[in-house]
Structure formats: structure tokens, C-alpha cells
């Protein structure tokens, strides 16, 4: 300011008295540019008392608000206040411009009988300004409840103070509904407490605002993922007024994340199935073709067995057909079916397959139990089901103990999803410590029995995937064993 | 040059035991043979066997892919069992999965590893390789 007022002084060629006369009589002012931009602007005392007097709030600080911008006279000046006072300069003020050291000096003369002019610019002035502040609030209103994201302002306590239309939508709740709820009551319970310790953090001022994500619970009790970021608005003194919340609702993109995962997760399982396929196939083919070469090889080695090599020839070629036909078999398992999937009543299923190995369960004497409650149904393939009910009931009838009473129990329980199958005998019983890892897999058998070969589990259980089921086994030697198998409910 | 006295067949396949006795024969490979179905049967005879002090094979050659007991469960048993005087083992299996292959060196006592099929030719390296 000094060398501002030095410049005055040159101005009023360096005589005090006639400075301070102006001040306090004439109507007069200064704008101080510098490279085009406004540095200072002076007002003289009489001319910022009327101006006290027009504008209600009138500080002359807040001149320097403004950016103002120079230009030559007659030329339009954007910025309301300068036009103001270009206007005045040019219609009944006395303009000079003064240039000194890098600096433009506006000096502005007017008679105080022309202020009936400044009323009506400075009149003009604030109509504008009031005209901003509403459209910005209007702006700020559309906004804040249009926005796509959820904003809210929050009472101390967590009260849903104000919500926009995004935060209602995502919640399920109407604002009325919500205005009577804390944040607290609709937050997923594990959420909660890093939320409140957050929210802590910040009403002691310790951060500025925070972000995280949390889940709420919708009106309809589902669960709604959402990014939280929270700010505090604070009262002039400093104390906390209310929370601003915005929140992001990722569920869509959860779900979308979930089912990849899930896809990803069956890719994977398949993958891993194929691959394990593919080395049975190597396995059984090779344990077959070398049969066949060393068989070729003696037969022309050996001079007096040739019959006999004859003979395992054609039984390899046999051993050969007959797991090929197990191969192809398992190929048209894992091959698209969804579409063959249909609702089946489980009770005269199970029925239709007891009936079918009623002889052999009466050769063993074993009693088989259809125990499953009349009208649970479950959802598959009619052939599969059938296929692996056969598979475990007659299992359970060749590893039946000859020591007892034998029978094989079918039973049902449904779950939220699957329903659970138990088919439990009190045979032979498997060691899971010894065999688990193996009981499904093809070829594996664990008792020495006439019929085993190894492939009913093994293609029961190749079924059981293939309708997204699941199985699990207990068992103990000399006691029994129980298949649980879980199929999906629709 | 030692001969092999008593050669050990254990292997589920019929077609291939007969086939590997025939090339024994024909090779002269040893004095006499025991065959077991599976891990199960050669365990428990062979440690009835080592129990009653009787002759112990020089040779086993062991399949892995086989019921009841296959042929990595045979080995963790038979190790408890293994008498002082080393026995030979041969896994001979029709797997080439290097899983398999690789799991061999966990086990100090198997010499090698046949890939199946076995030829007249192999069954005179591995009767070298025993004797030297």
C-alpha cells in the first residue's frame, strides 16, 4: 500500500494535504493494474460511504475478489464491478491514466451528485450477484439430489438428515423411511465398527474425511455393497456440524466379480478334470498297447504256446473294447446337458431303481430301505440319477457284510440350495485314511471282489459333477458306509 | 555274473504277468518266480515270509497302478518291514505321468523305472545291471 500511495503522492504531485483533502471530500477512486491484471483498487473514504450505504454487506477488501480486467477506454470491461466503475469514469467522472514503473494507474474524479448513477450500476451489480448465488444453489440442489451417486447429509448421531433420490433407491427405503433410521441400524453388523472408529477419527479431527467400503442392508434385507466417503462440515467456532456422505453402489459389479470368479473357479475344476482325464486315457490305452506288444514279441519268440498267446491276444483286444466303451461313456457325460435338466421326483425314482436290482439285493440278502419322503424333488438328468442310484446301491449290496443283517438306506433331507441323499449300508465299510484320495478314481478298487472293477463310483461321480452336484463319503471298516450326495433343488 | 535266484511279479494285469513270465523264461532271468495280484497279497505273504526266515526275492518288480493296495502304498508299508538284506525293486508301470517318475526319488530302495512295455532286451539290461 505505500508505494501505491507514493504513487498518489506523485500523482497529487507529492502534497499531502491535497491527498487527504480528497480523501475525505472527493468522490474518487483508484484501480492499481499491472500487466493487465488488477493488483489494488482504492476507494476514497466518501466515496466508500455511500457505497456502505447501497450495498449492505459492502467491504472494500473484497475488491480484491475480484479479478478485474484493464483495457482502453470506451472498450467493455466483463468483470461487473470494473464496468461499474469504467462506466462512471467515462460518463460523468474525470479518467486519467497514469503510467509509472511497470504499473497503470486508473484515477477516478466524480462528483457526489452523480451518485444516483452508482446506485443504479452498483443496483445492477448485486442483482447479478444474487442472480449467481441462486443459480448456483439451484445447480448445487439438482445436483446433490440427481446425482448418480448417493450423497446424504448425517446428524451427529447418524441420522439420515438428508438424502438424495440415489441414496433411496439403493436402500429400498422411502427419504421419509430413512429420516427415521441411523446409518447404524442399516450397516452390515461387520462393517459397523471400522465405520464408527473412523467416524471417531474424524470428529476429533485426527482425519479430514475418510473412504471406505462397506455393506448396508437394502429395506428388502438383501445385502448392497457400497463405497463410503465421508466428510464433517464444521460451524464457524470449529465445532462439528454434520457429516456429508457419498456412497458408490458397487453390487452390480460384486456380482459381476462373484460370477466371473465362479466361472473361473468351474473353468478351472474342468480344466483340471480334463487333464486328469486325458492321463487315465494315456494310462488305460498304454497299459493295454503294451500288453499287446509284448504279446507280439513272444509270439514270435516263442515256438510252442502259440495258442495260448492267441487266446490273452484276444483277451487285451477285449480288455481293450471294453474300456474304450468306459471312455466314451464318461466323454458323453461331461458334454452339454443343461438342457436335458428337468425336475425329478426323487421318491419313485429311487423305487424304479431298487425294483431293477431287486434279484441281486435278495442273492446277497440285503434289505434295501427307500426311505426318502414323498414329494422332494430335485433338479437333473433322469438317466444320471438313475445311473447313480444303481451305482451306489449296488455297491452297497456287493460290499455287504456277510457277518449281519445287511441293508442299504436311501434317504433325503432338503437344504437351502441342495438336497442331501444319504444312501448308508452297514457292509464292509472303505479306509478312508488309506483309500479317500483314490475312491472315485477310475479303475480303483479296494476290496477283492469278483465283480469289482472300479468304475461304478468313478462314473457316478463324473455324473454327480457334471449335474453341479456334490458328493461326500463316511465310512467306517466292518461298520458301513454312507454317500452323501448333494443335488441342486432347482 | 550273479544270476537272479527268486524274481518278485506284483501286478494286477493277468495278461501282463503272463507275458513277463514268458520273457523271463525266454531270457533266462531267474530261478523261480512269485507273483502277487496286488500290494495287499505281496505284503502280507512277503512278510510271512521274511517272518518264517524263508528265501526273500532278489528282485521285485512292482507295479504302481493296482487295487486294493497300489504300489506307492506297498512301498510306504514295505520299508517297515524290508529286511537287512537290500532287495532290488523295479517299479514297472504303463504311467508316464512325470508325477510318478518323480516320485521315485523319494524312495531310496527302487533301482529304476520301467515304462511298460517290457521287451526281451530290457529284461536282459536290467539282469546286467543286477549282476554288475
Same mark, same amino acid.
Given at each position: ?34 500487466? $493487465? ?42 468483470? @461487473? ?15 486519467? !491514466? ?78 421419509? @423411511? ?153 466323454? $458323453? ?158 | ?50 517272518? !518264517? ?11 504302481? $497302478? ?62 546286467? @545291471?543286477?549282476?554288475?
Amino acid at each position: 500500500m505505500a508505494s501505491l500511495q507514493n504513487n498518489l503522492y506523485n500523482v497529487v504531485q507529492q502534497q499531502p494535504e491535497i491527498w487527504n483533502f480528497l480523501q475525505e471530500h472527493a468522490t474518487f477512486g483508484y484501480l492499481l493494474f499491472q500487466k $493487465n491484471e488488477l493488483q489494488d483498487a482504492f476507494l476514497s473514504n466518501t466515496l466508500k460511504v455511500h457505497l456502505a450505504k447501497v450495498i449492505d454487506d459492502f467491504d472494500d477488501s473484497l475488491l480484491g475478489l475480484y479479478s478485474y480486467t484493464y483495457l482502453e477506454e470506451n472498450q467493455t470491461i466483463e468483470t @461487473e464491478f470494473s464496468y461499474s466503475i469504467k462506466a462512471l469514469c467515462s460518463k460523468t467522472g474525470k479518467f486519467q !491514466k497514469i503510467e509509472s514503473n511497470n504499473s497503470t494507474i486508473i484515477l477516478v474524479v466524480f462528483p457526489l451528485r452523480d451518485i444516483t448513477i452508482i446506485d443504479s450500476i452498483v443496483g445492477k451489480y448485486r442483482f447479478s450477484l444474487e442472480e449467481k448465488l441462486r443459480i448456483s444453489e439451484s445447480a448445487f440442489k439438482n445436483n446433490f439430489e440427481n446425482a448418480a451417486i448417493g450423497m446424504a447429509i448425517i446428524t451427529l448421531d447418524g441420522k439420515w438428515h438428508k438424502v438424495n433420490n440415489r441414496i433411496s433407491s439403493m436402500l429400498g427405503y422411502t427419504k421419509e @423411511e430413512l429420516s427415521k433410521l441411523t446409518f447404524q441400524e442399516i450397516t452390515f453388523p461387520e462393517d459397523l465398527e471400522k465405520d464408527l472408529g473412523l467416524l471417531k477419527k474424524l470428529t476429533n479431527g485426527n482425519i479430514p474425511y475418510y473412504q471406505m467400503e462397506k455393506r448396508y442392508f437394502h429395506k428388502s434385507g438383501k445385502i448392497v455393497y457400497g463405497i463410503l466417503a465421508v466428510s464433517m462440515v464444521h460451524d464457524e467456532k470449529g465445532n462439528p456440524l454434520y457429516f456429508i456422505s457419498q456412497v458408490i453402489d458397487i453390487t452390480a459389479s460384486r456380482a459381476a466379480e462373484e460370477k466371473i470368479k465362479k466361472l473361473l473357479h468351474t473353468s478351472r475344476e474342468q480344466n483340471e478334470r480334463l487333464h486328469n482325464f486325458a492321463h487315465i486315457v494315456t494310462h488305460n490305452l498304454r497299459s493295454h498297447s503294451s500288453n499287446f506288444s509284448m504279446l507280439l514279441e513272444l509270439y514270435q519268440t516263442e515256438n510252442e504256446d502259440k495258442e495260448e498267446i492267441l487266446k490273452l491276444l484276444i483277451m487285451a483286444s477285449d480288455n481293450l473294447k471294453e474300456t474304450i466303451h468306459h471312455l466314451t461313456e464318461i466323454v $458323453n457325460l461331461n458334454s452339454s446337458i443343461e438342457e436335458k435338466m428337468e425336475t425329478i421326483d426323487l421318491y419313485p425314482e429311487v423305487e424304479k431303481v431298487i425294483e431293477s436290482v431287486h434279484s441281486l439285493a435278495e442273492k446277497d440278502d440285503v434289505n434295501l430301505i427307500n426311505d426318502i419322503p414323498k414329494g422332494v424333488k430335485i433338479f437333473g438328468v433322469p438317466a444320471y440319477l438313475n445311473s447313480i442310484f444303481l451305482n451306489f446301491i449296488t455297491n452297497g449290496i456287493k460290499y455287504s457284510s456277510p457277518e449281519r443283517e445287511s441293508f442299504v438306506k436311501i434317504s433325503a433331507e432338503k437344504l437351502q440350495d441342495y438336497t442331501e441323499i444319504s444312501i448308508a449300508d452297514n457292509g464292509l465299510g472303505i479306509n478312508l485314511d488309506k483309500h479317500g484320495d483314490k475312491l472315485f478314481g477310475m479303475y480303483k478298487t479296494f476290496h477283492d471282489h469278483e465283480d469289482s472293477r472300479g468304475i461304478g463310483l468313478f462314473i457316478a461321480k463324473n455324473q454327480i459333477d457334471a449335474l453341479n452336484g456334490k458328493v461326500k463319503v463316511e465310512s467306517t471298516e466292518n461298520k458301513g458306509t454312507t454317500f452323501k450326495i448333494y443335488l441342486k433343488n432347482e | 555274473m550273479n544270476k537272479i535266484d527268486l524274481a518278485c511279479i506284483i501286478d494286477d494285469d493277468p495278461i501282463f504277468v503272463f507275458g513277463l513270465k514268458k520273457i523271463m523264461e525266454v531270457s533266462n532271468f531267474c530261478e523261480s518266480i512269485l507273483i502277487f495280484k496286488n500290494g495287499e497279497d505281496a505284503l502280507s505273504n512277503l512278510s510271512a515270509i521274511i517272518n !518264517k526266515d524263508e528265501k526273500i526275492p532278489d528282485v521285485i518288480l512292482l507295479d504302481l $497302478n493296482m487295487p486294493i493296495m497300489d504300489g506307492w502304498q506297498f512301498l510306504d508299508e514295505f520299508v517297515k518291514i524290508e529286511p537287512s538284506q537290500r532287495i532290488t525293486i523295479y517299479i514297472v508301470s504303463s504311467s508316464i505321468d512325470p508325477q510318478d517318475i518323480n516320485k521315485v526319488q523319494k524312495y531310496k530302495n527302487i533301482r529304476n523305472y520301467i515304462i511298460k512295455p517290457v521287451t526281451l532286451e530290457r529284461l536282459t539290461e536290467i539282469l546286467k @545291471e543286477y549282476s554288475n
